[in-house]
């Protein structure tokens, strides 16, 4: 060790003492959410014969406890992040599709966090995400800087969309530098972290600038055989998994990062996926039009001296999120009746109900829209689909005309019960949805995503 280095690791050690008598200075508390956007479950938990396409991240979440059987509160971003950040279901919140503001007289985690002396910081990595729809609430630090386009042809954003800029998300790297840096500018002894990635979201192999590939590209070969529709499939999936390593590389950085601050910080960490993706199952590729395995079976873990290293097998959600947040800073919401439960304890349920998960898909404005899948058929989308996960992670799925469990996990549905929740549901949704309050460039933005028909 050089002699600079010497005198940087005595001045290291020095500061971990107080000025008086020599007693250790108390250490900080330390919680970071970190949200990983459209991460199907398979390519984070090893699969039979087939390593973590997430080495790195994985060797990470073996320190703390994996949960197996997390499912997501929805297909698309904004209600899973909203009910993560309220501890509410989406027909509580209100956010039950993208495009929709969170309200203001609906709390949130980062506020209580903020109220009970929390420095607050937040890097965000999409448009879904912005200060626009209200997720910047309670951050005292908030970054969201995108440099890149969603179509390379930046003219269809400017002509065909009527939008000034088509910049719409950034990608791991530059989200991890930022990341780093809020950590390096927080000076508070009780600190709240939020960043999220985005990596994975199509266009497939734009975050790892190894290619670009649309769903839009897969559809265009349906008129050229199955053949060429599988082929290019395989370039989509193939390049999705190159964005996934690309996302493993960049977040290891900002958690090795928090590991070696754990002498000076008590640190609890929550790494979650927002949504999963199809990428072929049952002819759909993409996320928001459905409420299947794919789509909403995503991986999630928790690094914390209170959690013992291992795995959970309990079907979990993400209602779950903002209580365990709150338990791990050691504070509480005001009047908060979380339906979720602290992921650090046990389960203490003695409830009658199979239902361990619930989930909504609204992602399109109005009923009669369509989804079109590999086969070439466009399937009729209802404008509400609700689901129910049940304890052994069955997904079984509601709307007005029936209740099916889901087709690829050959279960019968609990129907007399589900009936009843699907029309509490409903009832409470109609209540509950507030009005799209946002401008017409944003509601552009959203179409061109595919999340407004």
Not at 9 to 18: G, K, Q, R, V
Not at 40 to 48: A, G, I, K, N, T
Not at 58 to 77: K, L, Q, W
Not at 85 to 112: A, C, M, Y
């Given at each position: 060790?050089?002699?600079?280095?010497?005198?940087?690791?005595?001045?290291?050690?020095?500061?971990?003492?107080?000025?008086?008598?020599?007693?250790?200075?108390?250490?900080?508390?330390?919680?970071?959410?970190?949200?990983?956007?459209?991460?199907?479950?398979?390519?984070?938990?090893?699969?039979?014969?087939?390593?973590?396409?997430?080495?790195?991240?994985?060797?990470?979440?073996?320190?703390?406890?994996?949960?197996?059987?997390?499912?997501?509160?929805?297909?698309?971003?904004?209600?899973?992040?909203?009910?993560?950040?309220?501890?509410?279901?989406?027909?509580?919140?209100?956010?039950?599709?993208?495009?929709?503001?969170?309200?203001?007289?609906?709390?949130?985690?980062?506020?209580?966090?903020?109220a009970n002396g929390f420095e607050t910081r937040a890097v965000v990595a999409s448009y879904p995400l912005t200060k626009r729809f209200g997720f910047a609430r309670g951050f005292a630090g908030w970054i969201e800087d995108f440099s890149h386009n969603l179509s390379s042809n930046k003219r269809l954003w400017e002509d065909h969309w009527k939008i000034e800029s088509g910049e719409f998300f950034e990608v791991g790297d530059a989200i991890s530098a930022s990341a780093l840096d809020e950590i390096n500018a927080a000076s508070a002894t009780k600190q709240f972290f939020w960043f999220h990635y985005f990596d994975p979201h199509a266009p497939y192999g734009a975050a790892s600038r190894a290619g670009s590939v649309r769903k839009r590209d897969i559809m265009a070969e349906i008129p050229n055989g199955r053949a060429s529709v599988d082929r290019v499939l395989g370039e989509a999936v193939a390049l999705y998994d190159k964005d996934v390593a690309f996302m493993d590389n960049a977040l290891n950085r900002v958690l090795e990062r928090l590991k070696q601050d754990e002498a000076r910080f008590e640190t609890h960490i929550i790494v979650v996926s927002d949504h999963g993706e199809s990428l072929g199952e049952d002819n759909s590729v993409g996320h928001g039009a459905r409420l299947t395995d794919a789509e909403l079976h995503v991986p999630a873990f928790v690094i914390s001296p209170r959690v013992s290293p291992g795995s959970d097998h309990e079907v979990v959600a993400s209602i779950d999120i903002a209580p365990t947040l709150l338990s791990l800073a050691g504070v509480e919401m005001e009047s908060a009746a979380f339906e979720g439960r602290d992921l650090t304890q046990p389960r203490n349920d003695d409830a009658e109900s199979p239902f361990r998960a619930f989930a909504i898909r609204r992602t399109f404005q109005n009923a009669g829209k369509i989804e079109q899948r590999l086969d070439g058929i466009d399937y009729p989308i209802e404008g509400l689909l609700f689901g129910a996960v049940d304890e052994n992670g069955v997904i079984h799925r509601g709307n007005e005309s029936g209740l099916q469990p889901d087709p690829t996990r050959g279960a019968q549905a609990h129907r007399g019960e589900l009936i009843s929740n699907f029309s509490d549901f409903t009832r409470d949704f109609e209540r509950t949805e507030p009005a799209q309050a946002i401008t017409p460039e944003d509601r552009r933005a959203l179409e061109a995503l595919g999340y407004v028909q």
């Open positions: 060790m050089n002699r600079v280095a010497n005198i940087i690791a005595s001045l290291a050690a020095a500061a971990m003492l107080c000025s008086c008598g020599g007693e250790p200075a108390p250490r900080g508390v330390r919680v970071v959410l970190i949200t990983l956007d459209t991460l199907r479950h398979d390519r984070f938990e090893p699969q039979p014969g087939k390593a973590s396409n997430m080495p790195l991240t994985y060797a990470h979440a073996e320190r703390g406890m994996i949960f197996d059987r997390y499912y997501s509160v929805s297909s698309v971003t904004q209600p899973a992040h909203a009910t993560m950040f309220t501890g509410l279901q989406p027909w509580e919140h209100g956010i039950t599709r993208n495009g929709i503001v969170l309200p203001k007289s609906i709390p949130t985690v980062t506020e209580t966090m903020k």
